[in-house]
């Protein structure tokens, strides 16, 4: 049993504590519909707060956001020859466009059959590269920056919440340019916003690389990512950026005139962060009490419970605890008075789950004092004990904002050493890189040591030789991750061919 | 010919003036998939604002924003009876969850047949209720008040953009309650926020009323709508809320135990604005020259147009406009310099298409004078002649807020005086109905001489007399919009029935 909040720690099953996490902190839940979640007030409000500032970040860099179609034809899928492959297969098929009565039953109406069947979004490169090729005439045209925000489907056959489900939510950033050099500094640039974005807003500290060949998203000639450390060692992909080259354009006659008067093929490029982040957040920053948000994506951040005790002096309490929550969303804080018809302790601990950043008690004591008692959700025990402070009303007013910069803080400084401390550089072979991970679990049981990254010289394979160490690492469920863009000069020969390496990568067990 | 700077007039042909807006407004266009539009950065900037104005008041009322999945069971669908014959007719239905290769050509592959056929939520009652199902427990836990922004999907036979697609996005609200009065103060205190929302921010002068039986949503007690006047006289409804009842809540068995202990049914709402409002503040403040955009909701409030000559003193006057743009947005006013490589002429006509409330048109004079000429978007010509205004940049600094106000404000006051002084109250029997609406238009075209909305005396008819009536009204292409809630003492007998009115209906020809 857990002395803590949550009913299962870290250490005793990892995927079990996420999912308790994700249930008892009121974030999301499954729903009848295989695969798509639920996601409850308290977890939509930490992605409104994605949103509004991943959003902001997207138009500084010059884009506009468009809407596109949820149907894609499935003619269009077709259209991009590695598109198919990688993406034709599990998606949500529509056929039909009618349901009808039939002896008291409803059916679907096979006379209204689709002449073509449309598919359900898995992501919007065919169908906003059509509107593309009728946008796009001249080089003044470009570049064309548009990014929009939509749920998508992939049929997943294993899914876990805001980790991989059927429907998520997402941004998808398209782009298209007059040359290379072009579409490349934009593929990096979006990179370079999602990883600042990541460390700045999430607290989550990444990677940004390049992805091996054999990890590419469909179609692309490169795809770069941001990687996390999980707190099970694990890595999480947590956005890509892809530069597609012209093999869309070309698909799909996305040219332009360029100042010569010549016809030329865009290069184009995409990009995406998705709902997945809120679960890197929860295995970035959970602890066994539950969850800790960053105070820069918390919905609120900073809960006020007043200790009513049914008695005619809680009139007075409510009062003095609305006057600081007017103070206090004076200076721009997030803030609630939790005024629920439960216990005291339960709202307490309900907030602790939920990972608000700084949980505010006022008894009767404060409020006649003119005092703040509160608890920093980011430094909640010293032991197995519970830690408060007590401000003078006045001081916890004016030190608030700088509070949550410094919970903010603590939390991204506790991730990045995890992550820093946890990259292993001294494996020499695949033989020490087998027994370093040791073998696979059997199934579905991910749960395991701590083992974190490995960084290994390499020589850039491709084609077969790549396929061959892809499956030796996927018989240890490793994968590689990325090339780190930010890497010292590489020494000695590569881990997998002996050749002369040319980089570093990074290979781990992921989600 | 129109001299003005669309291609059609209203006069000339309002629907296809108001395609021609939308196109040339680029708010929108069709998409190669059925009654899916690609919604352009301007309309979804305007998206944008009306989400934000819209969203803070549905959270000041108490509610918190969800979730819930894109598909719905089709099981799921046959709960509520009524609901079903309302809604199971047009939809997206989802059979399979996967495409194959078959000889090189991508196919529906048969053995992927989804057990339970999905449908692409055309409204979100049931997934909903089933998880109010799940969450309420007590009076505690009411009233449940949840909102959410989504796409939703009904197969329209007749598609136009924004007014009726196919995919078209909204906010739906779900609240429940312990009772029917809670319930009904609901439905009423969100169909107010509308109003208010559809007025202060949309500039659309509306009447919220309730609907007539016919016209209840599938499974509701009482409907009402918020009904806006279109420049070609139609009405527009712009918003509905919805009673519930108990259906779905004993269709679905959402039940609370209350304070005695004992388990009783709850009493349901719901209530949503769609995409549509941009149809319809489309339609109630365009002119011929293109839209007009009231300032809360444009996404660029003030443009700037630098006259550039490819001359060296271009610098200079981009440099000054860029200030001015500074200065603008200092004081929170969404501005934009644009800097296009396209003539000043073309910008100008562009911005008075899209309806950027204030253009600003800065040349070398005003440059070096300290000076700003600027157009209103809502007064743009006397006569046919284009009006401009030139003011010391001091003064217009100072005075952009009051003058964005006041534009807001004009907006408002012209459609205003258009809705009042055309509801025709004087009818006296079907007959002068009939004569003075005219025969209804042949086939689709809509287009005809403007008659407004017409106030008849209604006793309340129901069942088959009500259907008798919608009948023939139906063949003059008429219906019932709604029962102003606002209204005076009725006074003599029903139009239809003969028997004492119980209060007026509006009658009216309708999107």
Redesign the interface.
């Known amino acids: 049993m857990s002395k803590r909040a949550l009913s299962v720690t870290r250490e005793q099953n990892f995927p079990d504590w996420y999912q308790a996490i994700v249930r008892d902190g009121d974030m999301a839940?499954t729903?009848?519909?295989r695969g798509?979640?639920?996601?409850?007030?308290w977890g939509?409000?930490v992605?409104?707060r994605i949103q509004a500032e991943l959003d902001a970040r997207i138009k500084d860099t010059g884009h506009?956001?468009?809407?596109?179609?949820?149907?894609?034809?499935?003619?269009?899928?077709?259209k991009e020859a590695e598109h198919?492959e990688g993406f034709?297969?599990?998606?949500?098929?529509?056929?039909?466009?009618?349901?009808?009565?039939e002896d008291g039953?409803?059916v679907?109406d096979p006379d209204a059959k689709l002449e073509e069947?449309?598919?359900?979004r898995p992501t919007s490169e065919t169908?906003i590269g059509?509107?593309f090729q009728r946008w796009i005439k001249s080089y003044?045209d470009l570049p064309l920056l548009?990014n929009q925000w939509?749920?998508v489907?992939r049929?997943e056959m294993r899914t876990r919440l805001f980790l991989r489900t059927t429907?998520f939510?997402w941004q998808e950033g398209h782009t298209a340019h007059a040359d290379r050099d072009d579409a490349v500094a934009e593929t990096l640039k979006m990179l370079e916003v999602y990883r600042t974005f990541a460390e700045d807003v999430l607290a989550m500290p990444v990677v940004a690389g390049e992805k091996p060949p054999n990890e590419r998203f469909p179609g692309a000639d490169n795809t770069y990512s941001i990687e996390a450390m999980m707190q099970d060692g694990k890595a999480l992909q947590a956005g890509t950026s892809h530069y597609l080259g012209t093999h869309f354009a070309e698909a799909q006659n996305i040219q332009f005139q360029n100042a010569q008067g010549a016809l030329t093929h865009c290069h184009t490029t995409s990009w995406g962060v998705s709902t997945r982040l809120i679960g890197g957040v929860i295995m970035t920053h959970g602890d066994d009490d539950g969850l800790r948000l960053p105070p820069m994506i918390a919905p609120r951040q900073i809960v006020i419970v007043p200790m009513l005790r049914e008695k005619p002096e809680d009139a007075e309490l409510i009062e003095y605890c609305k006057s600081l929550e007017k103070e206090l969303k004076a200076v721009g804080i997030r803030t609630l008075v939790d005024l629920?018809?439960?216990k005291s302790a339960e709202k307490r601990w309900n907030w602790v789950r939920r990972g608000a950043p700084v949980i505010v008690e006022i008894g009767g004591r404060d409020a006649t004092g003119g005092n703040v008692t509160f608890m920093r959700r980011d430094r909640l025990r010293d032991g197995d004990k519970v830690i408060s402070d007590t401000k003078p009303r006045a001081d916890f007013v004016a030190e608030a904002l700088a509070l949550l910069k410094e919970i903010q803080s603590t939390l991204y400084s506790e991730a990045k050493a995890r992550l820093d401390s946890n990259i292993i550089t001294n494996i020499k072979s695949f033989k020490e890189l087998e027994e370093y991970f040791g073998p696979a679990a059997e199934g579905d049981d991910e749960a395991g040591a701590f083992k974190g990254w490995v960084r290994v010289p390499w020589s850039r394979p491709e084609g077969a030789t790549l396929d061959a160490i892809a499956d030796r690492l996927k018989a240890l469920k490793l994968t590689i991750r990325n090339a780190p863009l930010a890497q010292e000069a590489v020494a000695g020969a590569c881990l997998f061919t002996g050749e002369a390496a040319k980089e570093y990568v990074l290979i781990a067990r992921a989600y």
């Open positions: 839940e729903s009848p519909v798509c979640m639920i996601i409850k007030p939509w409000g992605w409104e506009d956001n468009c809407y596109f179609p949820l149907f894609i034809p499935m003619s269009f899928i077709a198919v034709a297969k599990e998606m949500a098929v529509v056929t039909h466009h009618r349901l009808k009565n039953k409803l679907v069947p449309l598919i359900v169908i059509d509107a003044r548009v939509a749920n489907v049929w429907e939510l629920k018809l439960t």
